[in-house]
């Protein structure tokens, strides 16, 4: 019996050596990703950070007007553009075998007349573009073919920092 609980002890202490070599390896494992991570994030130059404007210099904060999506042509609600200064955000996937065009105009809500083209393109794509006019209310007007579209429109609130 003596032989046999001895046997027994063997393979207990043999297995456990197996385990600690390999949680050894697994946290030496660990360590090495560890220090990799911390080389490359020290070989990454610092971000820049941005330069508080002097008081008093003139800046613009872009305020959400709306957002909107859809597909082929289509037209919005009518906003209040109390600054003219607008900034549309726009993104365009195909939805087909054919190129699409996308044209996105600010139309007046009071006469509907056409006032400025934000965006006029052919294919997939995105982008940005800053437009202005008086301030008046307006409707966004979307002429689409052959094109998922999103766009935003922002107004740009201008005044001096503080």
């Given amino acids: ?6 046997a027994r002890w063997r ?12 949680c ?8 090495a990703l560890a220090a990799a991570g911390c080389l490359v994030r020290a070989a990454t130059p610092p971000e820049e950070k941005a ?6 210099a003139e800046a613009v904060s ?18 209040i553009g109390n600054t003219g200064a607008f900034r549309v955000r726009w993104e365009a996937k195909a939805a087909g075998p054919q190129p699409g065009e996308l ?3 600010l139309h007046s809500a009071v006469s509907g007349r056409p006032i400025v083209t934000a965006v006029d393109v052919r ?9 202005s006019d008086d ?5 966004v007007q979307v002429d689409s073919s052959n094109l998922d579209w999103r766009f935003t429109v922002e107004e740009g609130v201008f005044g001096a920092i503080k």
Avoid: C, N
């Fill in 103 to 105: 044209r996105i105009e």
């Fill in 62 to 79: 872009w305020q959400p007007l709306g957002t909107w999506s859809g597909t082929g042509s289509s037209q919005s609600e009518s906003f």
């Fill in 11 to 22: 393979s207990i202490v043999r297995a456990s050596t197996r385990r600690s070599v390999l």
């Fill in 123 to 131: 294919g997939a794509g995105k982008g940005e573009s800053i437009v």
């Fill in 1 to 6: 019996m003596s032989t046999a609980m001895a």
């Fill in 135 to 139: 301030p008046r209310v307006y409707y």
């Fill in 51 to 56: 330069k508080p404007l002097p008081v008093g």
């Fill in 24 to 31: 050894q390896s697994a946290v030496a494992g660990l360590l």
